[in-house]
């Protein structure tokens, strides 16, 4: 499946950490019970970080196929969203 990504804003470091062991519990999960593949959980893993200088935050972007992106985002903030490519 294709894979999508949706990018999270953060001002402080214990925000991304606290966003990042969500995903990573997420796709723990996910991976037990059957959802994703021991490939697309590595996959999905890898988190990029961009520093926005204009903003003065960081940016996670956080990988996976479109299903597994909005159940993250439903399971986190209680509503789909739309990811970008």
């Not at 499946?1 to 062991?21: C, D, N, R, Y």
């Not at 796709?27 to 961009?50: H, M, Q, R, W, Y």
């Amino acid at each position: 499946m294709a894979q999508k990504a949706i990018t999270v804003p953060t001002k402080e470091l214990s925000h991304q950490k606290i966003i990042l062991a969500a995903w990573y519990h997420f796709l723990k999960e996910t991976f037990d019970n059957g959802k994703i593949s021991p490939e697309e959980f590595t996959e999905f893993l890898k988190a990029n970080v961009v520093y926005d200088i204009d903003k003065d935050q960081v940016d996670l972007m956080l990988s996976g196929t479109q299903d597994v992106l909005d159940a993250f985002r439903s399971q986190l903030f209680g509503s789909p969203t739309t990811a970008t490519k």
